[in-house]
């Protein structure tokens, strides 16, 4: 079963603009991360926020972490044609070892030129 | 470095069947993860592999298994398949140490199954 629920499921923006979606997780966690895919590719990985970080920059993408709502969102700042993607979060548990991580359900973005 | 590569990239097989994935990780990193995403159900996680020993499993029947060699590379194996077993089959690698967890996972292409 998926830890979390995205919202909204779809985005439909235009270039320039910024993009929003949240992620909203069930148990508690060592750290959040944010990934990207490509239309049934590979994830690709960017950027991840541990469990005591409340916000985090990277590029255009900028992450906050609220752990008493157990909620994180992800802002897309001056979206580009090739931002359109699905993206998803993902959470790794406080207690397992290792590397499983738990995704959600994914938000698809399609930015129009 | 090259990236995580996955083989094969598409598969097709018939219910009953067995199959077999193969990933190999990036150079150095000693984890390995396999998930499986359908649109029905997402992305879920299946295994993980560490130092050839499987170290996280996730909730799905025996039929699905896994292994590791020396050189970190990963098989995974789905016998009997069924219908419901088409997806798109994800390994991801990590440099995760022993006692140094969640880190980053970057992810291979994906083979695609299709079962018929």
């Known amino acids: 079963s998926q830890q979390g629920e995205e919202d909204p499921q779809a985005l439909s923006i235009q270039e320039g603009e910024n993009a929003t979606m949240n992620c909203s997780y069930k148990?508690?966690?060592?750290?959040l991360q944010w990934y990207r895919q490509n239309s049934g590719r590979g994830l690709v990985h960017l950027i991840l926020i541990r469990s005591n970080e409340r916000e985090k920059h990277s590029g255009r993408l900028r992450v906050t972490l609220d752990t008493s709502k157990k909620s994180s969102s992800l802002l897309i700042t001056a979206s580009r044609a090739a931002d359109t993607a699905s993206y998803f979060c993902a959470t790794a548990g406080l207690k397992a070892a290792g590397n499983k991580l738990t995704f959600g359900g994914g938000t698809r973005v399609l930015v129009k030129p | 470095k090259a990236g995580v590569t996955q083989t094969p990239r598409y598969l097709i097989k018939t219910r009953g069947q067995q199959v077999t994935l193969s990933c190999s990780p990036i150079s150095g990193h000693r984890s390995v993860s396999w998930y499986q995403q359908t649109p029905g159900q997402g992305l879920q996680f299946l295994f993980e592999y560490f130092s050839e020993t499987q170290r996280n499993k996730g909730n799905f029947p025996g039929r699905f298994s896994g292994r590791q060699f020396s050189n970190s590379r990963s098989e995974m194996n789905v016998s009997t398949l069924e219908l419901g077993d088409s997806a798109l089959y994800l390994c991801?690698?990590?440099?995760?140490?022993?006692?140094?967890?969640?880190?980053?996972?970057?992810f291979g292409p994906g083979t695609r199954l299709t079962v018929l």
């Open positions: 148990t508690s966690i060592n750290n």
């Open positions: 991801a690698s990590s440099p995760s140490n022993i006692g140094l967890a969640y880190n980053e996972q970057f």
